[in-house]
């Protein structure tokens, strides 16, 4: 199926784009989808890709959009796959394997996260530097794919070092103020309890989201560089006594949308 996918897709972009070969593959976090509605030179519903699914969540497009940003040749996914939609593991990380075998080295992840760190405001952008899978489950077990990966991958710097850098610099030469800490997964699709949030403190996160970490995880393994950017979009639960829902999610993703393409532009002209 995975070749099936990418035959697909390479079909697609030889009738419209000619030789065009990914090298940047970004996945776009709730209320970010803006940039691909900025840079599209092709977009492809998943709908219609062999072995991808439908994407359900507010303010996911669902598509897989191909364009130029900053002379480089970039795919994004305008949506991502969820673990608490329903979807097995492997369909959530799927897309990331379908990048991988179209070209993509490096690979930028986005989301919208609930702040741990009681520093952080809602709206704040923070460059993830590590992870903690509180996920219960991992994207590699089954059957390895020693084409792509080892069967043990070492996990020590998921976040490319030297990227985390560059995208703190980057956003230093722009003024914007960058957080930057560790991001802990949940499955959702409930929000966490303040419990729940004290135990993610305690266990060193910054942030807490319910995406992400499966996909870097799956990147790694398959040696792709990787930068994470996290939009968070309220403080979580016990952090603050306001009540947690989607609608401020997107509200405070709408606020610091323009800071967040501004940023990954200037990363992708860095890249």
Not at 91 to 118: Q, S
Request: proline share 5%; glycine share 10%.
């Amino acid at each position: 199926m995975l070749q099936k996918t990418v035959d697909f897709i390479n079909k697609k972009i030889k009738g419209e784009l000619g030789d065009f070969v990914p090298e940047i593959g970004i996945v776009l976090g709730s209320g970010l989808g803006e940039l691909a509605d900025e840079f599209c030179s092709l977009a492809i519903p998943y709908t219609e890709i062999p072995g991808f699914e439908a994407s359900t969540v507010s303010g996911h497009k669902g598509r897989l959009v191909f364009a130029q940003i900053n002379g480089k040749n970039v795919v994004m996914m305008q949506g991502r796959f969820h673990f608490y939609e329903g979807h097995p593991m492997q369909k959530v990380v799927y897309p990331v394997k379908v990048m991988k075998k179209l070209g993509v080295k490096t690979l930028i992840v986005t989301n919208a996260a609930g702040g741990v760190n009681p520093s952080f405001n809602p709206s704040d952008l923070m460059v993830i530097t590590d992870h903690i899978n509180f996920m219960g489950t991992n994207p590699l077990i089954g059957e390895n794919d020693d084409s792509m990966g080892e069967r043990f991958p070492d996990l020590s710097s998921v976040y490319t070092p030297e990227l985390v850098d560059l995208t703190k610099r980057t956003a230093d030469k722009l003024g914007i103020d960058l957080q930057e800490g560790v991001y802990i997964a949940f499955t959702g699709p409930s929000y966490e309890t303040p419990a729940e949030i004290r135990m993610a403190g305690t266990l060193g996160a910054d942030a807490v989201g319910m995406s992400t970490v499966p996909e870097a995880i799956v990147a790694a393994w398959a040696k792709m560089n990787v930068i994470g950017i996290s939009c968070i979009c309220n403080s979580a639960a016990g952090v603050s006594a306001a009540p947690l829902s989607h609608s401020d999610v997107i509200h405070a993703a709408g606020i610091a949308k323009d800071r967040f393409k501004v940023l990954v532009k200037e990363v992708i002209k860095g890249l």
